[in-house]
Every structure is written in structure tokens, then in C-alpha cells.
């Protein structure tokens, strides 16, 4: 079994990294091996909109993007989170997720797509973190992230918010919500040792 994380955060010692954790925390107990990335440490250029990968899985620009899909293909679990900019997911987050644009296909039409991930049994559990409390100003953070993850072919087993955050790390000081996550990441992985 293994589990990877992608953390959209450049902050090490965020909050998103933080959340992370203790959705892994149960895996790793178990000894699991588990991979945790940040984006930011990638080189990850903007999706050109050419359209080269539109019958190969492939993006053509070449940059640290493969290296990231290769991980993603290698995993069992995939965490995915990313804090809220501007009520949205990070840009290093965004264009991660548009140079995914390689993990769908349309064999018949526009009107109908399939993930790269279809039929594998990846499942997956997205993240999301905000300093504001009040829920509309996380924006399209989880949506985005969990719509995404279902188009590509994962299956998104539980989604995890985290709202009213802003120093790095403060989330800490929220046992509820770390307990809460760490109860999704022992859901992930009773799931995946099935
Ligand atoms: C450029 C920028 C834009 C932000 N936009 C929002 C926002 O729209 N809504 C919100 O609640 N918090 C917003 N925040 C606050 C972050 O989401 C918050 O500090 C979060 O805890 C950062 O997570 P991290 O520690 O994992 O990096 C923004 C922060 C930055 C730097």
C-alpha cells in the first residue's frame, strides 16, 4: 500500500501540511509507506491549451510535472489539499490540476470524458484550509479539489475543512478537527487494506 500527499502550501510548517499529517498519521502508525510533496518544490509550468495530449495520457511540456504524475500513479491513497487564495486553490495547486488536463480523454465526444483513473481504485481525500470562519469564504477550494479528483477517476472517499486559520500552524491548537482527521485518514486506510 502506499499514500501520497500533495500539499499546494509553500508553507513547511502550515496549516495544510499540518492537516495532512494527521490524516496520514494513522497509515503511518501502521507503518504504511507513505510520500508527502509540496508543489512548490516542482517545477511546474502553465497548461498551453496545445491539446498535445489528446490521445496519449501525456502532457508534452517537459518539466517536473511527470515526475509528480508518476508518484500519483503509483499510489494507492492520494491526500490532495491545498489552502484558500482568494477563495480558490493556490496557483501552485491550479496549475498542477490544469496540466492534469492529460488525465482525461474524450474517446466519442466533447460532452463525455474518462479519467486516466477509472476502474483502479485509487481513492482519494481532499483538504482544504481558510483563515476566515465564515464557510463561503473558502470559495471553490473544495469543490475544485474534489471535482477535479472525481474527473480524473479517483474515488473521493471523505473531504476534510479546516476553517478560521491563519499563522502557520496554528490549526494545532484544533484537536477536534485534527481528530477528525486523523478518523478520515484510519477510514483511507481501512479502506485501502481491503
Ligand atoms: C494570497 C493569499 C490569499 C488568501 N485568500 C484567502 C481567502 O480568500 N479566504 C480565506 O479565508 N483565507 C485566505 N487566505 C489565508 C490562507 O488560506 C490561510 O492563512 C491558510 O491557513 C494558509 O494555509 P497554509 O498555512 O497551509 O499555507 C489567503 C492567504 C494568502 C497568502
Same mark, same amino acid.
Given at each position: 500500500?502506499?499514500?501520497?500527499?500533495?500539499?499546494?502550501?509553500?508553507?513547511?510548517?502550515?496549516?495544510?501540511? =499540518?492537516?495532512?499529517?494527521?490524516?496520514?498519521?494513522?497509515?503511518?502508525?501502521?507503518?504504511?509507506?507513505?510520500?508527502?510533496?509540496?508543489?512548490?518544490?516542482?517545477?511546474?509550468?502553465?497548461?498551453?491549451?496545445?491539446?498535445?495530449?489528446?490521445?496519449?495520457?501525456?502532457?508534452?511540456?517537459?518539466?517536473? =510535472?511527470?515526475?509528480?504524475?508518476?508518484?500519483?500513479?503509483?499510489?494507492?491513497?492520494?491526500?490532495?489539499?491545498?489552502?484558500?487564495?482568494?477563495?480558490?486553490?493556490?496557483?501552485?495547486?491550479?496549475? !498542477?490540476?490544469?496540466?492534469?488536463?492529460?488525465?482525461?480523454? !474524450?474517446?466519442?465526444?466533447?460532452?463525455?470524458?474518462?479519467?486516466?483513473?477509472?476502474?483502479? &481504485?485509487?481513492?482519494?481525500?481532499?483538504?482544504?484550509?481558510? &483563515?476566515?470562519? &465564515?464557510?463561503?469564504?473558502?470559495?471553490?477550494?473544495?469543490?475544485?479539489?474534489?471535482? !477535479?479528483?472525481?474527473?480524473?477517476?479517483?474515488?473521493?472517499?471523505?473531504?476534510?475543512?479546516?476553517?478560521? !486559520?491563519?499563522?502557520?500552524?496554528?490549526?494545532?491548537?484544533?484537536?477536534?478537527?485534527?481528530?477528525?482527521? &486523523?478518523?478520515?485518514?484510519?477510514?483511507? =486506510?481501512?479502506?485501502?487494506?481491503?
Amino acid at each position: 500500500m502506499k499514500i501520497l500527499s500533495i500539499n499546494g502550501s509553500r508553507r513547511k510548517q502550515g496549516n495544510t501540511e =499540518f492537516l495532512i499529517q494527521s490524516i496520514l498519521a494513522p497509515a503511518k502508525k501502521k507503518g504504511v509507506q507513505v510520500e508527502s510533496i509540496f508543489l512548490g518544490d516542482y517545477s511546474i509550468g502553465a497548461c498551453t491549451g496545445c491539446e498535445g495530449c489528446s490521445r496519449s495520457w501525456e502532457c508534452i511540456i517537459k518539466d517536473d =510535472f511527470a515526475q509528480v504524475v508518476k508518484k500519483v500513479d503509483e499510489a494507492d491513497g492520494i491526500v490532495l489539499a491545498s489552502p484558500t487564495y482568494w477563495y480558490s486553490v493556490t496557483s501552485d495547486m491550479k496549475r !498542477f490540476i490544469d496540466r492534469c488536463y492529460s488525465l482525461i480523454q !474524450f474517446p466519442v465526444n466533447r460532452k463525455k470524458w474518462i479519467g486516466k483513473y477509472q476502474g483502479t &481504485e485509487k481513492v482519494c481525500v481532499t483538504a482544504a484550509v481558510c &483563515e476566515q470562519s &465564515e464557510a463561503s469564504m473558502i470559495g471553490n477550494t473544495m469543490s475544485l479539489l474534489t471535482d !477535479f479528483s472525481k474527473d480524473i477517476g479517483l474515488d473521493v472517499i471523505e473531504t476534510v475543512k479546516g476553517l478560521g !486559520f491563519f499563522e502557520a500552524g496554528s490549526i494545532r491548537a484544533d484537536h477536534n478537527l485534527l481528530q477528525k482527521a &486523523e478518523t478520515t485518514g484510519q477510514n483511507l =486506510f481501512d479502506l485501502l487494506k481491503r
